[in-house]
């Protein structure tokens, strides 16, 4: 009969803390203190409290002064599947040229560094040389324009940068950082405004919209090339 006693005596202190543990958080009480129906009735006279000093009793005394653990705050890192779920909707790619005049200015690293401090990931990136054939394919849409001609010849005049870049609202975002077509139009602080000389050698590519980014990805790159 000790041994139930001491149980209840358990049972029943942790049982309070719990309660209070609740009205604390919640601000509700959940009426623990009402004697539960099923008790056991014990003579009058008689306590449920172990005896002072015992094991049982410094027991009681230490689940008394020791509430639950709250439970643990969960944090979502970049490796967490819903951040990966989260990248995966949001997320936008586009594509971009650094040119040959800012490649032979020098500018390129300049250029990326600014591409990623506008929060970018550089998915992928090479160098290369392209044909004016080549650069023809790439601006098949312009063939029509006057400055086709001139524009070929250019970007294949030199090394470019082309590169992958992945970011929420990437398209619109990059062009943006870019700035406008004429490099004294463009707004202070862009990469145009910063490193492009002339409309014709302006620095930077960047797609306009979605299905221009899809063209313009699987023209430089392979799939196997995009992590």
Not at 8 to 23: F, P, S
Not at 100 to 122: M, N, S, Y
Not at 177 to 193: C, S, V, W
Request: hydrophobic fraction near 40%; avoid cysteine.
């Amino acid at each position: 009969m000790k041994a139930l006693r001491l149980l209840i005596a358990v049972e029943q202190a942790r049982d309070k803390e719990e309660q209070r543990q609740h009205e604390r958080q919640f601000g509700v009480s959940l009426g623990m203190d009402a004697e539960p129906e099923d008790s056991i009735d014990e003579p009058r006279g008689t306590s449920d409290e172990p005896d002072p000093g015992s094991f049982t009793h410094r027991f009681v005394l230490d689940v008394r002064a020791h509430p639950p653990l709250p439970r643990p705050t969960v944090h979502y890192t970049e490796d967490s599947a819903l951040f990966a779920l989260r990248r995966e909707i949001l997320s936008q790619r586009t594509f971009s040229i650094v040119k040959p005049d800012a490649v032979r200015k020098g500018h390129t690293g300049a250029i990326l560094a600014q591409i990623e401090k506008a929060g970018f990931k550089i998915v992928s990136i090479k160098r290369m040389s392209i044909s004016k054939a080549q650069a023809e394919g790439f601006y098949y849409v312009h063939a029509a324009r006057p400055f086709f001609r001139e524009l070929t010849e250019f970007m294949s005049s030199g090394p470019i940068f082309p590169m992958v870049l992945e970011k929420d609202n990437a398209i619109a975002d990059l062009r943006k950082l870019m700035g406008a077509t004429n490099p004294a139009q463009a707004e202070e602080g862009t990469i145009r405004k910063k490193f492009a000389a002339s409309i014709g050698e302006n620095a930077i590519h960047g797609s306009d919209a979605e299905e221009t980014a899809a063209f313009e990805i699987g023209y430089f790159f392979a799939g196997i090339e995009l992590k």
